[in-house]
């Protein structure tokens, strides 16, 4: 599986947009872009994936560059509650996909 | 339904103690897997299994041991503890054809060696 990189730790504003990047430079064509979340020591939450379109779904939307190295993750109206740490994860979503490899993830803080 | 439920949700070993970590599930998923969890770490894969009688290695197996004789149970068992296994153990599940975007996980099980 690729390789991701995430910054460790970012803020952001009760209410604003959470923009949260990840670079998968050496991601491959048939793997996807997965978005899982951990609050509080909780066990991880899937929130979104992508091949290489642009997804939206209740909780997120997930844009994916054009050359497929990078991706962000937009949480667009951010609460208290979405203070986690977000792991972005690249893997073949084919038949054998079970396996997931977690990197250290950012820690998002949601300021009042 | 429970979803992914682990018991204990606590553990306190002393170095050389054998326990088993419990995991079921409800939903009927075909995939199986354990994680542990070390502060300020990702999570790492110590074993999986893809359905009853099948199991493997993750990145981290070696002091664990795993079986699967059922879809819904999915135990790991520590052969003797060690102060390094001192960690947060998570369980997870998901169905075959959902793959990586349908894990369910557990609360998870704080272990603790000393």
């Known amino acids: 599986d690729a390789k991701t990189t995430q910054p460790p730790s970012m803020d952001c504003a009760e209410g604003r947009a959470a923009n949260l990047p990840c670079n998968h430079s050496t991601i491959s064509g048939n793997e996807y872009v997965y978005w899982y979340r951990q609050i509080h020591s909780q066990g991880p939450q899937y929130i979104i994936h992508g091949l290489k379109n642009n997804e939206t779904n209740e909780m997120a939307s997930l844009i994916i560059t054009e050359d497929r190295k990078s991706s962000t993750l937009i949480l667009p109206h951010a609460t208290l509650r979405d203070t986690a740490v977000y792991y972005c994860?690249?893997?073949?979503?084919?038949?054998?996909?079970?396996?997931?490899?977690f990197g250290k993830g950012t820690l998002l803080t949601v300021n009042p | 339904n429970a979803g992914v439920t682990q018991t204990p949700k606590f553990q306190v070993l002393k170095t050389g103690q054998s326990m088993t970590l419990q995991c079921a599930q409800d939903m009927n998923h075909e995939y199986m897997s354990w994680y542990r969890q070390d502060p300020g770490m990702g999570l790492r894969l110590i074993h999986y299994?893809?359905?009853?009688?099948?199991?493997d290695q993750g990145e981290v197996p070696n002091g664990y041991n795993v079986s699967r004789s059922t879809t819904e149970d999915f135990p790991l068992r520590l052969l003797s503890a060690a102060p390094s296994q001192t960690s947060v153990y998570f369980c997870a599940s998901s169905l075959r054809d959902r793959g990586a975007h349908g894990y369910t996980f557990g609360s998870g099980t704080r272990l603790t060696v000393v």
């Open positions: 299994s893809v359905g009853a009688g099948i199991t």
């Open positions: 994860i690249v893997s073949n979503s084919g038949g054998s996909n079970y396996k997931l490899t």
